[in-house]
């Protein structure tokens, strides 16, 4: 067992619940709380992932891969329509989208006898805008990794230790992120997202964010890889490639990536 005082009361609070289902993403955090819950109650333990445009093919895989090393079970929830709350794209959208995912995920668990439904918030999160959070309190969804003050190095720490391919996984959020608060959000600028971020991924950018404003991409990637974007023969395969999948302006956000970009446009309303 991982010598943490944290992680020790972690595990035993997942194992005084006996039976948990988590909504499991396949990210740093989800993740390392299936493998706890999966070392706390063993079998009775498992993964509900929603498969919804929100989520790139890439991001699914991932998760598969990961709950199969766990050794954990999984079950994918097929959400192929974006709800009229969600498509609108309200500033609280995040609301309406987990109200409706851990609506599914607890219906899921229901069927399977569990009513202990946790995600994996961490104690981080709290600093960004997250209305989300409304929801999971309404529909009563534990968050045992923000309730017990563990951080997103901590996550990163404990995931390493138990070996998980997720510990240095970078953070990552829901496709209708890259959408602008108030711009509808349509499966042809998800699809554009997607192909986009896997273009970078596959370059070798680790985190990368292709917001789309329409017809413009503007991409964010970390500071000390900005100079690169710029380089040719990358530039003009960038410019190409983007406009490729649907977009008609391709730009570069010279400050860089930074978490929740989208929220820094509340301050001004």
């Known amino acids: 067992m991982i010598n943490n005082d944290k992680y020790k009361t972690l595990i035993s ?33 498992v993964g509900i992932t929603i498969d919804s445009p929100a989520l790139p093919r890439y991001e699914l895989e991932d998760s598969k891969r990961t709950a199969a090393l766990i050794g954990a079970k999984h079950i994918i929830i097929e959400s192929p329509d974006i709800e009229e709350e969600v498509k609108q ?26 009513v202990n439904v946790i995600d994996g918030s961490n104690a981080d999160d709290v600093k960004d805008f997250r209305p989300g959070f409304k929801a999971t309190r309404e ?35 829901c496709l209708f992120s890259r959408i602008p608060y108030g711009q509808e959000i349509k499966p042809e600028d998800l699809i554009k997202v997607e192909k986009s971020e896997k273009f970078f991924i596959d370059k070798g950018f680790r985190t990368i964010r292709v917001r789309c404003h329409d017809t413009i991409a503007r991409i964010e990637v970390l500071k000390e890889e900005l100079e690169s974007l710029f380089r040719e023969p990358l530039r003009e ?15 570069i956000d010279i400050e860089g990536y930074r978490m929740g970009s989208m929220n820094e446009v509340l301050n001004k309303l």
Do not use: M, Q
Request: hydrophobic letters at 45%; charged letters at 20%; glycine letters at 8%.
């Open 139 to 173: 529909l009563k969804v534990a968050s045992p990794l923000l309730e017990l003050g563990i951080t997103k190095s901590e996550v990163r720490e404990f995931s390493k230790e138990l070996n998980l391919p997720t510990w240095n996984k970078p953070a990552y959020a």
């Open 89 to 114: 794209n309200p500033v609280n959208r995040c609301y309406f989208c987990k109200k409706l995912e851990f609506g599914s995920v607890i219906a899921e668990a229901l069927k399977l006898g569990i």
């Open 237 to 251: 395969e960038i410019n190409l490639t983007l406009k490729s999948f649907g977009f008609k302006y391709v730009t």
């Open 13 to 45: 609070h997942l194992t005084g619940l006996g039976k948990i289902a988590v909504a499991y993403s396949g990210g740093v955090d989800s993740s390392f709380l299936l493998a706890a819950a999966k070392i706390a109650v063993g079998e009775n333990a």
